[in-house]
């Protein structure tokens, strides 16, 4: 039987219904967001005195997030796979990713993107609700409230958000303009990924791909990995903020 049948913080999708026993991507199922406050909304819906509609549309968005994620996770690994297949050796005077290839890479990591963009914007409904108490589902709205909110329970929120965006490379830019253009409006009205190609090291005879990212190369697996694990992380503490405050 699969371990997670035994925690009582089910994830919201059956995924032995989709998945049976072999799950098509490489995270611990205990580690994904959303079951924690999928298994307590009843509890606080009773403290709250929620209304029956309210309380059915924070399932309904838990579980699309929940949906989403999967997609997110899958296709992060179709991206990986349609990469790492066509690898050819240094010698070679065209680039891996040829013709449909190259679009078959980037419809995986593109929709990866989309997608974890998705997911961020379905749960900043249930987010908000809770710990701002307003009705948006809009993830760049959500954090530029939080960031110019002067509610001291929100400060390690906001500290963790200010800290992402530091970073210019880190995955809040690649899917959020709170500072900036973010490169997943990009690739819905203007563009689409630049996908470069060279050897990591000089000892070797593979070529690699990269992202082209605000104009650095990211390893593909890194910047695959980075986002996807970045997103996860943000919707557990997200999570984790919002159930803190019913003390369970």
């Not at 891996?96 to 409904?125: C, K, N, Q, V």
């Not at 253009?181 to 690739?187: A, E, G, V, Y």
């Not at 992202?211 to 997200?238: K, M, T």
Request: net charge neutral.
């Amino acid at each position: 039987m699969n371990d997670n049948k035994k925690n009582k913080f089910n994830f919201p999708i059956d995924l032995n219904f989709y998945f049976g026993e072999e799950y098509p991507f490489d995270f611990e199922i205990e580690r994904l967001p959303f079951s924690r406050i999928n298994y307590y909304l009843n509890e606080i819906a009773e403290k709250e005195n929620m209304d029956v509609s309210t309380k059915g549309n924070l399932y309904l968005k838990i579980e699309n997030a929940s949906r989403r994620l999967l997609m997110m996770l899958i296709a992060k690994k179709k991206a990986k796979d349609s990469e790492f297949s066509t690898r050819l050796n240094i010698g070679q005077i065209f680039d891996p990713l040829i013709g449909l290839y190259e679009i078959e890479a980037l419809y995986h990591i593109e929709a990866m993107i989309l997608f974890a963009r998705s997911i961020l914007d379905i749960f900043t409904y249930v987010s908000a609700y809770f710990l701002i108490n307003l009705r948006i589902d809009s993830f760049t709205k959500f954090c530029k409230k939080v960031i110019n909110s002067h509610n001291i329970n929100l400060e390690p929120l906001k500290t963790k958000i200010e800290f992402n965006i530091y970073d210019k490379n880190n995955w809040i830019h690649v899917l959020s303009s709170i500072s900036k253009r973010s490169l997943r409006d990009k690739i819905a009205h203007q563009t689409v990924i630049k996908l470069e190609y060279k050897v990591k090291s000089e000892t070797s005879d593979i070529v690699y791909c990269y992202i082209n990212f605000n104009d650095n190369l990211i390893p593909l697996d890194q910047f695959l990995d980075g986002l996807c694990n970045g997103v996860i992380d943000f919707c557990l503490f997200l999570e984790q903020l919002i159930i803190n405050n019913y003390n369970f």
